[in-house]
């Protein structure tokens, strides 16, 4: 079993950076993939970004590509979500998700563990 915990959202204004963290704790030893996912009010739950747990590879939303950096801290257990030039339609809850699958990439179905969610909100 793998716990995640997100902290960091915020209210920030356009333009603003802000930094999501997601700390893992449990079996930790299991997860290959970790991702950030995000859902604004009356839409679905989109990817955001993910990141290979031993090989550091990265994958982004074309959405976020070039803004948003994803990172982790194997010693620390922990992820990261570094969002520079944040944009009202950034405004959502970010969630944080864990898999033991590799290649997990962009689809949830894949992640077993979920985080209860942060609120990031840009304001214009």
């Known amino acids: 079993q793998v716990r995640v915990a997100e902290s960091g959202g915020g209210l920030v204004q356009a333009g603003d950076s802000l930094r999501l963290s997601c700390a893992q704790t449990?079996?930790?030893?299991?997860?290959?993939?970790m991702a950030w996912f995000r859902q604004a009010p009356g839409k679905e739950r989109e990817f955001v970004a993910a990141i290979d747990w031993s090989s550091s590879n990265t994958y982004y939303a074309d959405s976020v590509k070039g803004r948003f950096a994803i990172s982790r801290d194997n010693a620390e257990n922990t992820m990261y979500l570094q969002m520079n030039s944040l944009k009202p339609e950034d405004t959502a809850v970010y969630y944080c998700a864990a898999s033991t699958l590799k290649y997990a990439y962009a689809r949830p179905e894949r992640y077993g563990y979920w985080g209860q969610g942060t609120q990031v909100t840009v304001s214009s």
């Open positions: 449990g079996r930790t030893f299991t997860t290959n993939t």
